[in-house]
């Protein structure tokens, strides 16, 4: 990754976390949400750069919030690295045998096999009710490496760790965008037979991406259910998969760091048009999306490669 892009990235965590330490509580939460969401579509980006759009991103983004609820409430664990770790390994070893069924599949049956199986997910916790049912239940404050933060400066510790983790997550994924494997899925999305034919499997190159987005969909619900100190099925309910891909198609896939602003900037918007007109906020939203489908179909992120490419055209 380039020096300049690290040095963005790390000034967009610094202002982040100076934002949430500095301003109201509420928008702290906010730019917390909006992070752990930046995840999940960032793993969904992952997929629609192979040509496949995942309905279903709800399903490992509610097992990462409900494995963290768990570990805090029953089991005693609060460390948010720990809980991290375990909601990682738990998504992805779900993903690891999901995978094998639903990677063979392409265009609206991948979608509407993975929205299928987040549905199951949801209708089994809405029938268990010790877990809450359609309830839930609530998240204990989480603490670091023996440190307990008191209720608000738990917040700031969720922030933080999650603001680090984009940054990480984020040059990792350029990292990846950018080899050989992360070409591959371009190649799977252009020409499926030409791959196979070139020697490189392409049940193998979207298994990978598939199990990648997943871990990154338990991470992004592990920071929601911390910060929001609460889980409930919603969390995999179809509208929430839904809302992920509403967040892709706003900032577009030329970018990992499309993801994140496109989710800061649908969170702001959401809590704008909910204010705004409580009873009628989806249509706002719905006009929103339509407007940057029909002037910007490559997304937000559009407007940064015009603004380079007119900044190179001038300099040459």
Request: glycine share 10%; with cysteine; hydrophobic share 55%.
């Amino acid at each position: 990754m380039k020096t300049r892009s690290l040095a963005l990235l790390f000034v967009f965590g610094l202002v982040v976390i100076a934002g949430g330490l500095l301003l109201p509580q509420w928008m702290s939460y906010l730019f917390t949400i909006a992070m752990g969401k930046g995840l999940v579509v960032l793993g969904l980006v992952l997929l629609m750069r192979a040509g496949l759009v995942s309905f279903g991103q709800g399903l490992y983004y509610c097992v990462g919030a409900y494995v963290a609820g768990m570990l805090t409430q029953f089991v005693g664990v609060t460390d948010i690295l720990v809980i991290m770790l375990a909601s990682v390994a738990v998504s992805v070893a779900i993903a690891a045998i999901i995978g094998l069924l639903l990677c063979r599949y392409r265009e609206i049956f991948f979608a509407m096999f993975s929205m299928a199986f987040s549905m199951i997910l949801y209708g089994l916790l809405v029938r268990n009710q010790f877990l809450g049912s359609t309830d839930g239940f609530n998240v204990a404050n989480p603490s670091l490496l023996g440190w307990t933060p008191g209720a608000e400066a738990s917040s700031d510790l969720v922030l933080i760790v999650a603001v680090f983790l984009v940054i990480v997550l984020g040059a990792v994924a350029w990292r990846y965008l950018k080899s050989l494997s992360g070409y591959a899925g371009e190649a799977v999305r252009e020409n499926e037979i030409r791959l196979e034919y070139l020697g490189g499997s392409v049940f193998r190159v979207v298994y990978v991406k598939y199990i990648i987005a997943a871990g990154l969909a338990a991470i992004g619900g592990t920071i929601t259910a911390l910060v929001s100190g609460h889980v409930d099925p919603e969390m995999a309910y179809w509208t929430t998969s839904g809302e992920f891909v509403f967040i892709a198609l706003m900032g577009g896939t030329a970018h990992v760091a499309a993801p994140i602003v496109a989710a800061v900037l649908f969170e702001a918007l959401r809590t704008y048009a909910f204010a705004v007109s409580p009873y009628t906020w989806q249509m706002i939203l719905g006009f929103a999306l339509l407007a940057i489908i029909l002037f910007m179909p490559s997304g937000l992120w559009s407007l940064v490669e015009r603004f380079q490419n007119k900044k190179a055209r001038k300099t040459s």
